[in-house]
């Protein structure tokens, strides 16, 4: 899926004092099946960004273009659509649902998409194989180790076959052998012809010779591409 | 269609989650509709009591006004009531209340003749013979061959032997009811000769019953004459007034839950706020959180309004409505163990729901379109 | 005035219901001043966000309106033994006149509801909201309406005194005293037949040929149609539908029907006449609303139109069962 950003701008509390501009004019092109980073320090605007790429928010000015259709000023309802569909969330802290299971907390983002439950089922299951945790698929969350809840947290974010991934700093409550980890299956991910967006400056993701793009970002606007 | 099912069952899940948050919300919930259930269906059983009680009663009750309270009526007023076209008969009546000093409740005292005599299998009440209401046997632990002891109004103590006791499940005509002799009650009460308390006109065509009415107030201008459906009007407008009060009553708790319910369903935990953006975050719509918010105040009403009704329907039938008496029945002290007929209408179901359930889901459409509106980018923030 | 647990139930719901008309009118007014579907500013997203809120409120409005609807009909029921001569809603109802002119209300506005629901359905469907304002607007027309209805309704139940005399459907339905109702339920039996059969007729066939041959006009005939169908329905209940049901000549009444005594038989009756005159009203609507947006519109007519055919179907039958089924016959 190509994604393509237009002189996008985000405004929080806009003609307030606490205005804050968060995205400054920022245009960018993300190929399908590239792995992209998002450098830059903390409140450079990296979530910003990635949210608006993962239609999860709109943009206050500019174009979002998801395979040439312009998303930015779509309603609410369409917007989640899109998202349903397309986007995949792999959250800073994991962001699993408490209480009830592994199995559940996969199958959560299928509920509103009008699948059978044999489909869903069927789905849960082929990424809890993937993901090398069905033997954990009756636990609670909160039962399993980091390792695992990881695992969960990809699981989730890939069980509606998206067309790409997005994280945001996922490695920043990491060790390092479990970001080796993370980085592994991220490649399986773009083994499976997926697009990748990653927010971060953990240098042992930006340097990994599975990325495709570095973009390096600072208050709100892009500095630089690199390699 | 299945993704309601799905959202459903989620939120089925997420109460499960927040058990105890949902318990005490349940339980002031059920609480409410127990209460407001207990006073509808008391209300109703109540009337249908007083319907049934004035099926059997005359069509027309004849009293005579002096000085603007009723006083005996002559019993010569019978003769001029016959003359009138329509009437079958007229007869008079003996009856009164009698404060029994020693368990401190009102007995309502009857008067039979033999011809109208209710007990079974016995020829005729011996004048020192009684027979009493279910209520009067328990407040004076009589049972059939003991004496009941009233005083009389010289303060002579008079005993009568109780002959019969009329069974438990007849209805408040009953109840409180001592049956005496004629003659013995016009002795009791010392009732002058040539007079009777109030006078019973039986008529042939029930349509007939107002303008026989007029036409005796017409002939005889002191008497007042009282329809069959005047007294069940006032009977029943009497429950409903009271019923109304009670609700009124209770507005305040109801107003005090209503607010309960909406700072529970404003005050989001921490939480909970957090489960709500991760759920947009991973697809699901403001719409979706908003029925999932929906189907759970729906089954929390459906779960409360079970348990409050089956609640109020055990406490008004089946153990005689011990926390309503006072506040409803009201009109006598004595009402020990009034079984009262189980019955329910589609209506009081509605007037509940309406009552109840409205306003609760009323008062968590805000919240909860304030709970779907967590912005799913606090999320990854965070 | 009375003071009765259903009157109670009925003032605060609409007390409610009320409160919430209001603020829905409040917010559509700032909806239809500043809305601005191509703008992404605070405003905008504010006012989307509030389109959320006031959909929900109004689902429940409709809800409320629906079951009140029935409540009002039990309750003039339920409170006919206060008044001398009443046997039914109906004396009740007449004892305080306002109360028909309730009931009318709530009908209407059940209907104004449904339609409105109906419209941010279809709106909701689009990604440009085409209709939005005009939406609000009838939420702005609307709103007095419910108001009225409260007023009156607040009126209607202040105005009733226990003991008044008033009379009821022998003498309201007898052939031979003034007023609609009675000329109604008095009017020849046949001529009210054909006049209901005609617009049932009519009505299926309408639905019928827009179903296969698709032609605008016949939209607009068939909620034209629609319209006729629900007073005269009504009118064919009151005149010779429900005297079937009650087999007595006489009994004209057409709220007993209500009653667990004929077998809750007018629930369906009702509900199968209010879907039947909806259905019916949405083909045309949706064509009247639909500004540029590309909803498949065509195919989801033909199904309200085959919904609205059958509904209308379903009515029929169960009014006509008494009359092919029982041994009572009606001269006409
Ligand atoms: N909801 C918000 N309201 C106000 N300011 C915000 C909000 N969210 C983020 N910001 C500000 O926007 C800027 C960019 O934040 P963010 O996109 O989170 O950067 P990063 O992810 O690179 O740390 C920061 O200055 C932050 O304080
Ligand atoms: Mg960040």
């Known amino acids: 899926m190509a994604i393509v ?56 000015s500019g174009r979002v273009l998801v395979n040439g259709r312009d998303v930015a000023k779509l309603p609410e309802r369409f917007l989640t659509e899109i998202r349903r569909q397309r986007c995949g ?28 439950l044999g489909e869903i089922k069927r789905r849960t299951e082929e990424v809890m194989d993937l993901l090398q945790i069905s033997h954990r698929a009756n ?34 409550h990491l060790d390092t052998h479990l970001s080796e980890e993370f980085l592994r299956m991220i490649s399986e991910i773009k083994g499976a012809g997926k697009t990748v967006v990653i927010a971060t400056h953990d240098p042992l993701v930006y340097e990994s010779s599975l990325v495709d793009r570095v973009i390096h970002m600072r208050d709100g606007i892009i500095l630089e591409e690199g390699q | 269609m299945r993704r309601h099912l799905f959202i459903l069952e989620f939120a089925l899940s997420g109460l499960c989650r927040r058990r105890y948050k949902n318990l005490a919300l349940l339980v002031a919930y059920s609480l409410l509709i127990f209460i407001i259930s207990s006073i509808l269906f008391l209300t109703h059983a109540l009337k249908r009591e ?39 008969d007229a007869s008079p009546r003996y009856w009164g209340y009698y404060y029994d000093p ?69 209805s408040i005509l009953t109840n409180d009811l001592v049956v005496l002799k004629e003659e013995t009650i016009k002795r009791f009460f010392q009732i002058p000769e040539g007079y009777a308390v109030d006078l019973v006109v039986r008529v042939a065509n029930p349509s007939e019953i107002d303008t026989i009415a007029k036409k005796i107030k017409e002939k005889i201008p002191s008497s007042r004459p009282i329809t069959r ?141 304030k709970a779907a509106m967590t912005d799913p980018e606090e999320v990854i923030r965070s | 005035m009375i003071l009765h647990p259903g009157i109670v139930a009925l003032l605060g719901s609409s007390a409610i219901v009320n409160m919430m008309m209001l603020y829905s009118a409040f917010a559509g007014l700032r909806i239809i001043r500043y809305w601005d579907s191509k703008s992404s500013s605070a405003l905008q997203l504010s006012l989307e966000r509030r389109t959320y809120l006031l959909s929900s409120i109004l689902s429940f409005v409709l809800g409320v309106n629906l079951l009140g609807l029935f409540l009002f009909i039990y309750t003039a029921d339920d409170l006919h033994t206060q008044f001398v001569g009443a046997m039914c809603a109906t004396g009740t109802l007449n004892a305080n006149p306002i109360g028909w002119w309730v009931l009318g209300m709530k009908l209407v506005l059940f209907l104004f509801s449904a339609v409105w629901i109906f419209l941010n359905y279809l709106d909701q469907r689009t990604e440009d909201v ?91 005939l068939l909620g034209g149609l629609a319209l006729v169908f629900l007073p005269v329905s009504i009118a064919s209940i009151i005149s010779f539908i429900s005297p079937y049901f009650y087999e007595l000549p006489t009994h004209h009444c057409p709220f007993d029907l209500l009653q667990g005594l004929y077998g809750y038989v007018g629930y369906p009756l009702y509900i199968s006449l209010l879907l039947g005159t909806l259905f019916g009203l949405f083909p045309s609507l949706s064509e009247f609303f639909k500004g540029r947006s590309e909803l498949p519109l065509r195919r989801w007519q033909r199904l309200w139109t085959t919904a609205g055919g059958i509904s209308v179907m379903v009515f029929t039958a169960i009014s006509v069962y008494p009359m092919l089924f029982s041994s009572f016959v009606l001269e006409g």
């Open chain 1, 139 to 172: 636990f609670r969350v909160e039962q399993l180790s980091g390792g695992e809840q990881q695992r969960v947290a990809i699981a989730r974010a890939l069980v509606n076959d998206p067309e790409i991934v997005l994280a945001d700093e996922p490695t920043a």
């Open chain 3, 130 to 220: 085409p209709f939005v304002k005009k939406r609000y607007a009838l939420l702005l027309v609307m709103t007095p309406l419910f108001v009225t209805e409260a007023l009156l309704q607040l009126r209607f139940f202040l105005g009733l005194r226990p003991n008044i005399i008033t009379s009821c459907c022998g003498a309201l339905f007898s052939e031979n005293s003034g007023g609609i109702a009675s000329s109604i339920a008095g009017a020849p039996v046949r001529p009210m037949e054909y006049l209901f059969f005609t617009v049932v007729f009519l009505y299926l066939i309408v639905a019928l040929c827009f179903i296969v041959f698709q032609m605008d006009f016949l939209k607009y």
């Open chain 2, 50 to 88: 007083a319907e049934l009680l004035l099926q059997s009663s005359p069509e027309i009750t004849v009293q005579r006004l002096m000085a603007g309270r009723h006083a005996l009526v002559p019993v010569d007023w019978v003769d001029t009531i016959v003359s009138i076209p329509g009437v079958i």
């Open chain 2, 102 to 170: 020693f368990t401190g409740a009102n007995f309502t005292v009857l008067g039979v003749r033999s011809s109208e005599f209710p007990l079974k299998g016995r020829e005729d009440l011996d004048p020192e013979d009684c027979l009493i209401g279910s209520g009067v046997s328990e407040t004076g632990l009589l049972r059939t061959g003991d004496s009941l002891v009233m005083v009389d109004p010289e303060g002579i103590a008079r005993p009568f032997r109780v002959a019969g006791v009329f069974s438990t499940s007849s």
């Open chain 1, 89 to 116: 969330f792999i959250f800073q802290q994991f962001n699993l649902l408490r209480g009830i299971t592994v199995k559940e907390n996969i199958m959560l983002p299928l509920y509103p998409a009008g699948v059978s």
């Open chain 2, 229 to 369: 459906t005047e007294i069940l009007r006032t009977y029943e407008s009497l429950f409903d007034w009271r019923s109304g009060m009670v609700l009124s009553m209770f507005i305040g708790a109801l107003l005090a839950f209503f607010i309960f319910a909406w700072d529970k369903a404003t005050g989001l935990s921490a939480e909970e706020r957090r489960e709500i953006g991760v759920l947009k975050a991973i697809g699901w719509d403001s719409s979706d959180i908003m029925e999932m918010k929906f189907w759970e105040g729906l089954v929390l009403s459906s779960l409360a309004y079970l348990t409050g009704t089956i609640t109020g329907f055990v406490h008004v039938f089946m153990l005689g409505a011990p926390l309503l008496e006072s506040a409803l029945k009201g009109w006598s002290v004595l009402f020990p163990s009034l079984k009262l007929r189980p019955v329910i209408e589609v209506y009081q179901l509605m007037v509940l729901l309406f009552l109840t359930v409205v306003p609760y889901m009323a008062a968590t459409i805000a919240p909860s379109w």
């Open chain 1, 5 to 60: 950003l237009e002189d996008v701008t985000k405004i929080y509390n806009p003609g307030q004092p606490n205005e804050v501009h968060a995205v400054k004019g920022v245009s960018l092109r993300i190929g399908k099946n590239e792995v992209v980073i998002l450098k830059g320090p903390s409140g450079s605007g990296k979530t910003s960004l990635l949210s608006i790429i993962g239609c999860m928010s709109r943009p206050t």
